[in-house]
């Protein structure tokens, strides 16, 4: 008879992200994993298979809950700036409200991993191309409203946010300034302005 799992494996992927996402692929040990997740050595590899797949399924998972939901908050906005400048100053305050900022798990991966794996950089140009859709979907229909200008394309201005966003992410893993991370969001929503 097949013994039941006595752990909640979405919770487990939920820490597994998280331990991928501030130590990276290379910086933790299979040990590590173990240890971090509190589940034997044979319950992790029969549940999720070996390291790769275990994080290939932390990137699948980021991209449903993180990606997923700022996409969420793009599609279901009302007004568009206002949106925008909230998923900015989230960034903000992620990038500088942590003693060890992570960072991006895309972006880290993307460092890290992509330029020598095929499927990873695969998983993490879809997850930025879904974003910069999302933005581009959400200006386009601010530029409609007339809540946005229209003197850059919309597709110009989803690239451009989705280049800032990362780009303060990946500077937030190396002691940010809180005055470069401001002003950097100051002069990217100046953009939006009619």
Known sequence: MARSKEFDEELVLDKAMDLFWFKGYNGISAQELVDGLSLSRSSLYDTYGDKRTLFIRALRRYRSKVTGNMISLLDNAGDV????????????????????????????????????????????????????????KAIKRGQEL?????????KALAGFFVNNLWGLKAYSKSEPEKEIIEGTIKIVLSVLEN
């Open 81 to 136: 700036p206002a949106v925008i400048k909230a998923i900015f100053q989230a960034t903000a305050v992620e990038c500088l409200g942590d003693n060890s900022p992570k960072g991006c798990f895309m972006v880290n991966s993307r460092i890290e991993l992509a330029p020598h794996d095929a499927e990873i950089a695969e998983i993490i140009t879809e997850n930025r191309q879904a974003i910069e859709d999302g933005f581009y």
């Open 146 to 154: 007339g809540q946005i200008t229209t003197k850059q394309s919309a």
